[in-house]
């Protein structure tokens, strides 16, 4: 399957403050247990270029980890980006699925992020489990890349396939 998305990260503190979003344009190519990412354009932006983006009705992909998820939502709810507008995964995209140095780095965790919550969905693995991010953090621990490890023990079940990222 041919994915393509608009995906952001905004540091919580320069969210508070309405400074710099990291917006960028991902393709992603979707197998059966295979993520790859084609295409990585990025942009540095105010969160108002953000906010005229969900005008637009464009779905944007981000991660939060738990902690951060409500004071996120808030600020962006703030600025304009109604929580519906989002799809967020529960995870931090400077850890996991590998650690991020750089902007490209983040962006393309938020993209693999999403991509193995496509597998997760599409594959119907997350039916023992009663959210999906514990599915997604079990697959990505037992495939051997950088997870949660206590949201990856809530997961209950078997898992069909090891995912591979590319």
């Known amino acids: 399957m041919h994915w393509e998305a608009l995906t952001f990260y905004i540091e919580p503190r320069e969210l508070i403050f309405g400074e710099v ?14 993520v790859a990412v084609k ?6 932006a105010s969160i108002k270029d953000l906010a005229k983006a969900v005008g637009r009705d464009i779905a944007l992909h981000t991660a ?13 709810g703030r600025y304009g980006i109604p929580r519906l507008s989002l799809r967020v995964v529960n995870a931090d995209p400077r850890e996991v699925p590998f650690r991020a140095f750089n902007d490209e780095g983040l962006l393309r965790n938020i993209a693999y992020l999403h991509g193995v ?11 023992n489990s009663r959210k999906t991010s514990y599915t997604v953090h079990k697959i990505l621990m037992e495939s051997g890349y950088n997870a949660d490890k206590n949201l990856a023990k809530r997961h209950r079940g078997s898992l069909p396939c090891r995912v591979r990222l590319a």
């Open 21 to 34: 979003a990291i917006i960028g344009a991902v393709t992603v190519e979707i197998g059966d247990c295979d």
């Open 39 to 44: 295409d990585l354009k990025l942009v540095r």
């Open 64 to 76: 939060y980890p738990s902690e951060y998820l409500d004071v996120a939502t808030y600020f962006l």
């Open 117 to 127: 919550k496509h597998v997760v969905l599409s594959n119907n693995i997350h039916l």
